[in-house]
């Protein structure tokens, strides 16, 4: 069973709404290990001072803020705990707003919110009344020693707390060399929506995607281990000079109807299997 990684309330006006949080996703990136390829020993890291070059114990460490090039301001363990965000253990509502008036790019990590048992009925009525009026709600919150800005959304039956970066954390796109009065045929521009059309899909199937290069770095280690020959390094296939933008949208239009075809045709046949299956 996953365990709550903090526990506070919702404020919401006079309401209090105790809850607990969990993790709502997790990574599944592989680890490895640095090896000497001599003998396979585990690497060690030290931390070595660049003055005298010397190994540095943790207990002679202490953090530095460079405010001039080569100039450090040294602070302390008491000088952090004076600006430690007081923990107060609630998710402050501050204001609700459209959630399609804020940009996807603020977002950063969800977090699965549980009420306690006595909260039920109260997170309930707040989960159902953010659903109906299509709003999030803005909030602070304090997790171990850091303040969070972060939206409260209705997400099924669960409500979900996304942590979100602040605005100073969002790099703008002005620098980019990006096309604005770009003049687009209509020819071109139906073709492309053509293609669109084509690739659509009523729903997102997040299921049917898999992490191919988790898979085949796995199978070739399973591979290595059990002393079997590995497979033959892939090549990526060369890419075409774009000469003709509309030759390329039909190519891509033509590819893309012959793809869903082949895909329809093989889910009749998997339909088709399963019933001969039951029937038998």
């Not at 008491?78 to 940009?103: M, Y």
């Not at 919110?113 to 707040?126: G, M, N, S, V, W």
Request: glycine share 4%; proline share 5%; net charge negative.
């Amino acid at each position: 069973m996953a365990h709550a990684i903090w526990s506070g309330a919702i404020n919401f006006g006079l309401v209090t709404i105790p809850v607990k949080l969990f993790t709502a996703v997790k990574t599944d990136e592989l680890s490895f290990n640095m090896l000497h390829a001599k003998d396979e020993g585990r690497i060690k890291y030290e931390r070595v001072c660049s003055v005298d070059g010397k190994p540095v114990p943790w207990d002679e460490i202490v953090k530095g803020y460079e405010f001039e090039k080569g100039e450090y301001v040294v602070l302390t363990d008491e000088d952090f705990q004076r600006v430690n965000p007081v923990a107060s253990q609630s998710v402050d509502i501050l204001e609700f707003v459209d959630l399609d008036l804020i940009n996807p790019m603020y977002f950063d990590k969800p977090y699965y919110l549980e009420p306690t048992k006595t909260a039920r009925h109260a997170y309930a009525l707040f989960r159902e009344a953010l659903a109906k009026s299509g709003k999030v709600a803005i909030a602070r919150v304090v997790i171990r020693t850091k303040e969070y800005i972060a939206a409260v959304k209705p997400q099924g039956e669960a409500l979900l707390l996304e942590l979100m970066h602040w605005a100073n954390e969002i790099v703008p796109a002005d620098g980019l060399q990006l096309p604005e009065d770009e003049k687009l045929p209509e020819a071109e521009m139906k073709m492309a929506n053509m293609l669109i059309d084509t690739m659509s899909v009523d729903a997102f199937e997040p299921e049917k995607f898999k992490n191919r290069y988790r898979e085949e770095v796995l199978a070739m280690i399973e591979a290595r281990v059990a002393g079997k020959e590995l497979p033959k390094a892939k090549k990526a296939p060369a890419r075409s000079k774009v000469v003709n933008l509309m030759d390329v949208l039909e190519q891509s239009l033509a590819e893309s109807k012959k793809r869903r075809t082949s895909e329809n045709g093989e889910s009749e046949r998997s339909v088709s299997k399963r019933r001969k299956t039951s029937a038998a």
